[in-house]
């Protein structure tokens, strides 16, 4: 079905125009100018021609079945044409009529009316409110684009997807200005249908697609993107995505121009990089990569080789890399001081430092080049010219001389950053390098490549734990029963007991030890400190007495309605860091599992990571490691390091529970978690639990 959607044979253009600048005009004009090899059909009632070709008054007249039909008519009209096309047999229709659930409650109803009649014929719709879509390659052009006044778009690998159709006609004249050839360009629209996903997953089976970038406002169907993105990931066709709407306000203004769910930012980010998506920050960004991107090289060592005519140069280059997660591993000792002795004033560390001595002997280039690529071993080339790349005294042998290399080593990538005249960046790229002219934007495009690497090179991942026999709870839990409910899925919490009577806490504090911690339970009183519902270091048992009935009274002087349960005493942890795990169900990827450190890491430091359910306790150790505060659960200034192994075990249990209770659990909060010195275990000292509404 998408094959015949890529490539249709026959398209028909509902509510075609004889005037080649109209909406239901323009698809019409670009495939003839543009030599579409296949059969337009226009209807039209009252013209038995358009521009030229023969026009049908009615669907019912069109010679067969159109592989794609074009519908160009007010969205009151839409309903009853998309019921003659799916009884005629049409594969899909291109909606691009406005009015639909991005106006509101009607506009839903009349999306929803129009989807029905379409399954109800086996016929798939994209859009409504869509620009459409066009192939490049063979002259396929179901869209009223005007960008491509500018210039049709040339034929080649990239694939762009937008779900915008004016920032779509932007990113595809942005396309054509830098020469990236495209195998398609398509707009969604509101996605009553064909989901962003699903078109991913068509370029992903598209032989004649290598790249696939993405403009995203809002994802509407979360379970088909992550099918198509796993899908590129072991194809090794490489997605960047510009997933916009992170703020407050950019969050609002996706939701009423698309119609579609913008999800929690953060959680998008963690999904997109476990994917092995690059998340481009700027539409320059998501360019620079798509166009590197089709040297089809990912390199799997982050490590990065760098030759410069500029000391300056380096040093930015090295600034841009170190964030990026390139390393700029030195050359061999052997190597440095070889290079050293053959030009004593250079830099030969890495970066490499020519200096501009070369200018005077090109050959010192092409063996400092030759020493870069052979000895340092690096993933992948940076070579930094600036604009003696191309002066006409300098650049024919400075082009002989990276030939050379180049031919020498096909399978490397090496990029170029360099000043000079179109006609000879061309020449450059058609020798097998990609330039750019600032080094900053090249290292990014690089370090991209790194990433795609990386996802594409990764194996089998372990085993979430299984925890199917785990029944979720039936209603609300107070933190007791939560925490007893916890310790079923494998989650250890520190001992502690619900006391009724000050004479029982008293007990169970002195069986398990000074100091203790005394907490109110009760379903009603989730956020217990806020109302100073928790007394730690209590060390003996009149302040056990004194610390109960307090927190008695307090509580129903604060939430009178509340239900008490009594008092619990736990055994108060030490010498651990504090952390914090949990759960909650995004809107568009399921349960998500975050893991950070506690107090004010998180509070206002918001140093937390996010990863979908279920996971093992591989990735768990992963997510752990990433977060910025690390170093103080690994042993950093002399601290112990924590039970890692604990901790990540605990972690990964939490994603099953997640997995498992998913339609029965809105969110779980593990706060503090206590990660105690290695091999002491790690342990949740408090506990919410929050069911969804029946």
């Known amino acids: 079905m998408f094959r015949k959607i890529l490539a249709p044979q026959s398209v028909a253009v509902i509510g075609a125009s004889d005037d080649p ?19 337009i059909w226009p209807v039209n009632p009252t013209r038995s021609q358009v521009q030229g070709l023969t026009s049908y008054a009615q669907i019912e007249a069109l010679p067969a079945a159109p592989d794609v039909a074009v519908v160009a008519v007010a969205a009151s009209g839409v309903l009853p044409v998309i019921e003659s096309l799916g009884q005629r047999g049409t594969g899909a ?15 839903v109803l009349l999306e929803q009316q129009m989807v ?19 192939n490049p390659r063979n002259g396929f052009y179901g869209s009223f684009v005007s960008s491509v006044e500018l210039g049709f778009p040339l034929p080649g690998q990239v694939a762009v997807l937008s779900q915008s159709g004016a920032y779509g006609g932007h990113i595809l004249a942005l396309t054509r200005a830098r020469g990236i050839g495209l195998s398609a360009c398509v707009m969604t629209g509101n996605e009553c249908d064909l989901s962003l996903g699903e078109m991913i997953q068509a370029m992903v089976e598209d032989d004649q697609t290598h790249v696939i970038a993405v403009y995203s406002e809002g994802i509407r169907d979360g379970a088909s993107l992550l099918q198509a993105l796993e899908a590129a990931r072991l194809a090794h066709k490489p997605v960047v995505m510009m997933k916009v709407g992170s703020s407050d306000i950019g969050s609002a203004a996706a939701q009423s121009h698309t119609a579609s769910i913008a999800g929690n930012d953060a959680i998008t980010d963690a999904v997109l990089k476990e994917m092995g998506v690059v998340r481009a920050t700027t539409t320059e960004h998501m360019l620079d990569v798509a166009r590197l991107a089709t040297r089809r090289v990912f390199p799997v060592s982050p490590t990065l080789g760098v030759l410069t005519v500029s000391g300056g140069a380096g040093v930015i280059i090295s600034d841009a890399a170190e964030p990026l997660g390139l390393e700029l591993t030195e050359m061999p000792q052997a190597s ?8 004593p004033f250079a830099s030969p560390r890495n970066p490499v430092d020519t200096t501009a001595q070369f200018l005077n002997d090109m050959s010192l280039l092409g063996q400092f080049t030759d020493a870069v690529v052979e000895e340092g071993d690096y993933g992948s080339l940076l070579g930094f010219f600036t604009y003696t790349a191309g002066t006409p005294s300098t650049a024919p042998k400075l082009r002989k001389e990276l030939l050379r290399v180049r031919e020498k080593h096909p399978d490397r990538l090496f ?5 000079a005249a179109p006609e000879w960046v061309r020449t450059y790229e058609e020798d097998g390098f990609t330039v750019f002219e600032d080094p900053h934007r090249a290292v990014t495009a690089i370090a991209a490549m790194h990433t795609f690497g990386k996802a594409f090179a990764r194996g089998p991942r372990q085993a979430p734990p299984n925890l199917q026999g785990l029944q979720a709870p039936a209603n ?3 933190e007791a029963q939560a925490k007893r409910w916890l310790a079923q899925a494998g989650i250890p919490c520190a001992p502690e007991e619900v006391c009724l009577d000050a004479d029982y806490a008293v007990a169970v504090a002195q069986r398990l030890g000074y100091p203790t911690v005394l907490k109110i339970v009760s379903p009603d009183i989730l956020h217990k400190s806020e109302m100073g519902g928790v007394l730690l270091n209590i060390d003996s048992a009149a302040q056990v007495r004194e610390g109960f009935e307090g927190l008695m009274q307090r509580a129903r002087a604060a939430v009178p309605d509340a239900k008490l349960e009594g008092i619990l005493v736990a055994r108060q942890l030490s010498g651990g860091v504090e952390c914090i795990m949990g759960l909650t169900h995004d809107p568009v990827f399921g349960p998500v599992a975050m893991f950070g450190l506690g107090g004010i890491f998180v509070e206002v430091l918001k140093d937390v990571v996010f990863h979908r359910c279920p996971f093992g306790p591989d990735v768990a150790e992963t997510m752990i490691r990433s977060i910025r505060g690390a170093p103080l659960l690994l042993g950093a200034r002399g601290r112990p390091a924590v039970d890692i192994e604990a901790l990540a075990q605990m972690l990964s249990r939490l994603s099953a529970v997640g997995d498992v209770c998913r339609e029965q659990v809105l969110s779980i909060d593990l706060n503090p978690v206590f990660a105690m010195p290695q091999g002491q275990g790690a342990f949740a000292v408090d506990a919410v639990v929050v069911m969804k509404p029946h």
């Open 21 to 39: 600048l109209r909406i239901g005009g323009r698809p019409i004009g670009y495939m003839l100018s543009q030599g579409f090899q296949g059969q």
């Open 93 to 107: 229709a291109i909606v691009f009529s406005a009015g639909f659930a991005e106006a509101g409650p009607e506009g």
């Open 116 to 134: 029905a009649s379409a399954r109800r014929h086996g016929m798939r719709i994209l859009g409504p409110n869509s620009l459409g879509m066009l």
């Open 336 to 343: 440095q001081d070889r290079l050293k002795a053959m030009l």
């Open 415 to 419: 990029v170029l950053s360099l000043l």
């Open 476 to 478: 609300s839990l107070n």
